[in-house]
């Protein structure tokens, strides 16, 4: 059974929509801002932060100002109902959808714990009712007319990856008709502090795979996008062939030295396209910017590739990393890159990592034909996932 | 679809010493509560840690992840006004930390996944191996389910009046699951579903039931308290029932509001 | 503070902050590599050594490969503490 994307919805530091996408990736406009504006936080550091407020997402949504919701629950909306209406798609029982997040609601936690850590009799409750990670899910879905099979997967940065797996297994499996599959986090204090704690975020923007690379930006954002079987659709983004997830088992939060969970991931995602490492016409690297991921990704695909390593980039340089959200972000990229042959430039590349002699695409490319695209998405707990698109 | 059950183990039956389920120092010096509970629970099913080798599916599930330590973290850097905060808490709060440390035990590449859809996330890693033994990928699958109580949790819920009728609770979960059925299968996992609306015992029986003497568990947190994934308690229940001799059980499942979810567990002819 | 009682509070520092279960002070060789053989620390290790030195010490250490002699024992800490601390 073939599995194709009907359609595709993103909203990042970008913008929102994927015409804002396009307008500012052609523009070769960066969404990391020098410092947070709308997340209260006191570090000054750069982020990938789109420039609403949650105010003006709900009004976006047509929703009244008062009512509570994540911002993650109003960011994966946004996307969710682009990637609907761009397929054409009106949702009924046998559509589903697979949602990742690695923060879910803890945007309205935060402002609820403070209060309740001076007594426990405070803070309002409707604000922590939105905490665990399904009630985004449960939220989108209500607010998209979804009311087929839903589930949310956690596994860290690679979360939305297994979304999309996930979705095209149930596809294939009957579960459902169709699927609407994706990812999304909203930045938080919680988590710009864990990178920050970590000391992997760097203070200037991020340069993926550059050799002299300080660390990752923390971004936010949603993609999604809709997978229906071959037959009932008539002009396809493309076909999602192939995908893996494999585990680095090294370390809680290091890649591997020989990059083996991203080796495997990859490897096994082209076999199960039935696509050689040859065939491959570009690679959305996960590049986040750190030392450790950049130079272990790297060596997985010296590995896989051997001297012809494909035309790759990272687009975090234009969003920031959205954590769970960044394979449906990456995702839709890639979608987007096949219809309109493009490749999206990887952005403050200067020196390539010496040991790995690899050298991004750092001029936006047109009047590419990509036949076969891999998107690699990897995270803490090991978890490395890879998918192929093909045309 | 289906599969077989293997063994199925709750916190409460682990008896091995915690340092021989998780022989690594350093990983268990960084474990918090949750993590200590789910990942020995997870190897005592198995069989003991060198088990883990032979997995080729890790699925785990949770409803709230490891909260003590999101909690910690949160505390910490409320408290510190984000300054100087220790990042051991944030990196065990990711809600793949069970997962990623059963697989890190014996650095194991396989297939491994974190479902937390609340109420239904360990049906829907059932679901996930199911469609894993489908494939030809599930001969040895490990699937789980923990979700731990915290004081600030358990006040939280209070406040929102969910203990009226119910205490809380928490625990872990894990089965042993195999696609073929071997000398030591105890039970079959003969389907999942997931009904658009709530249904009576009446109505269950009509529509999963293919036996007069199946019985209906209903998922009503008597087991172990209620908290988001004690329906893989009831599964527990389930694989006892079908040991003593029940030809077929039906556990269902309705978590608070969510809508209900349905495992069928036959005996093994 | 002498250098053998800064060596003896870094120690047990250690054991506290990083959880180390069934070690006391007298089981660490304040000679001994802290990191791969040795206690076997790792790198998050190293941050909460860095957070360790920071907020009892008040001497700042940042994540780098020049921070890394220092990070080589107990001893090379309690030094690096000696020269900067205020």
Known sequence: ?391 | MRCFVQRVMTDREVTTDLKQLIPDAAMRRRMSRVVKMAVSTAVECVGGVEQIDGLDTILTATGWGCLADSERFLRNLISEQEQLLNPTPFIQSTFNTVGGQVALLRHNHCYNVTYVHRGHSFEDALLDALMRAADGQGAQMLVGAFDEMTPSQHRIMERMGLFRTWKDGEGAVFALLTACQTEHSVAEVAGIDFPSEGLDAAAVHARYATDERTKVIWNDWSIAGCYPTASAQAFRKAVELIEQGTPEVIVYNAYQEASPAVIRVRWVG | MTMEQLIQELKEHLIEELNLEDITPEDIDAEAPLFGEGLGLDSIDALEIILILEKNYGVRLANSAEAKPVFYSVKTLAEYVMQNRK
């Open chain 1, 1 to 391: 059974m073939q599995i194709v994307v009907s359609g595709v919805g993103v909203v990042s530091a970008l913008g929102v929509g994927v015409e804002a996408h396009l307008e500012a990736i052609r523009a070769g406009r960066s969404g990391i801002s020098k410092e947070p504006s709308v997340l209260r936080t006191t570090h000054r550091l750069p982020v990938g932060e789109l420039r609403l407020t949650n105010d003006a997402l709900k009004e976006q949504l047509g929703l009244p100002a008062d009512q509570t919701v994540s911002r993650t629950a109003l960011l994966g909306a946004l996307a969710v109902r682009e990637a609907l209406a761009d397929a054409g798609l009106q949702p009924h029982g046998r559509v589903g959808l697979v949602s990742a997040t690695s923060v879910g609601g803890m945007d309205l936690t935060e402002h609820f714990f403070a209060p309740f850590m001076a007594d426990d009799r405070s803070g309002r409750l409707r604000a922590v009712k939105m905490h665990d990670c399904a009630a985004s899910t449960e939220w989108i879905a209500a607010q998209c007319g979804i009311t087929g099979y839903r589930t949310t997967i956690s596994t860290a940065c690679s979360s939305a990856a297994n979304a999309l797996m996930t979705g095209a297994r149930l596809i294939r499996h009957g579960v459902v008709d169709c699927c609407v599959v994706g990812g999304t986090d909203a930045l938080s204090a919680f988590t710009l502090n864990g990178f920050k704690s970590l000391m992997i975020l760097d203070s200037e923007p991020c340069r993926p795979f550059d050799e002299g690379r300080a660390g990752l930006n923390l971004g936010e954002g949603a993609g999604y996008l809709v997978l229906q079987r071959a037959e009932e659709v008539e002009n396809p983004y493309c076909t999602l062939a192939g995908y893996a997830n494999r585990n680095d088992a090294h370390h809680q939060t290091a890649s591997s030295e020989q990059g083996n969970g991203a080796f495997l991931a990859m490897q096994e995602a082209l076999q199960v396209a039935g696509v050689e490492p040859d065939a491959v016409s570009y690679v959305n690297v996960h590049g986040t910017g750190t030392a450790n991921n950049d130079r272990s990704e790297g060596v997985a695909m010296r590995r896989l590739f051997g001297d012809r390593v494909p035309p790759f980039s990272s687009t975090k340089g234009f969003t920031g990393h959205t954590l769970a959200a960044a394979g449906g972000v990456e995702a839709v990229f890639s979608a987007l890159m096949m219809r309109h042959g493009m490749i999206f430039p990887n952005l403050h590349f200067t020196t390539p990592i010496a040991e790995l002699g690899l050298t991004p695409v750092q001029q936006l490319c047109e009047g590419v034909d990509l036949r076969c695209v891999v998107s690699n998405s990897f995270g803490f707990g090991g978890n490395c996932s890879s998918v192929v698109f093909t045309k």
